[in-house]
């Protein structure tokens, strides 16, 4: 069970940090991932990252703004956003995959945490 917070509202080039709590006693068998919901738009990845954590993939619109990284010990994963901007406004939602693929497709991902709403102001 996936359980993200942190989200609020900020103003542009602001920072927020999203964390993301995992139940499980098996959190580092899973690739987990972050992603997010614009309004009107349709779901999009923001950031994976492996089993150790040692490797991310970004999208390249928050490339060099957003740091992911996950502490297995205490199962949690964690979205430094920096220099926000309205564009990342949206539903964050983090995600698990149990399985071997190393991409960043949605449908790798099968356990969804309930979302958490960042909201950045111009």
């Known amino acids: 069970q996936l359980q993200a917070s942190g989200g609020g509202l900020v103003q542009a080039g602001e920072s927020l940090r999203l964390s993301c709590s995992a139940s499980g006693r098996t959190f580092s068998n899973y690739i987990m991932g972050w992603f997010r919901q614009a309004p009107g738009k349709e779901r999009e990845f923001v950031v994976i990252l492996s089993r150790s954590g040692s490797s991310t993939i970004y999208a390249d619109s928050v490339k060099g703004r957003f740091t992911a990284s996950r502490d297995n010990a205490n199962t949690m994963v964690y979205l430094q956003m920096n220099s926000l901007k309205p564009g990342d406004t949206a539903v964050y939602y983090c995600?698990?995959?149990?399985?071997?693929?190393?991409?960043?497709?949605?449908?790798?991902?099968?356990?969804w945490g309930r979302g958490t709403l960042v909201t950045v102001s111009s």
């Open positions: 995600a698990a995959s149990q399985g071997a693929m190393w991409n960043t497709a949605e449908s790798n991902f099968g356990s």
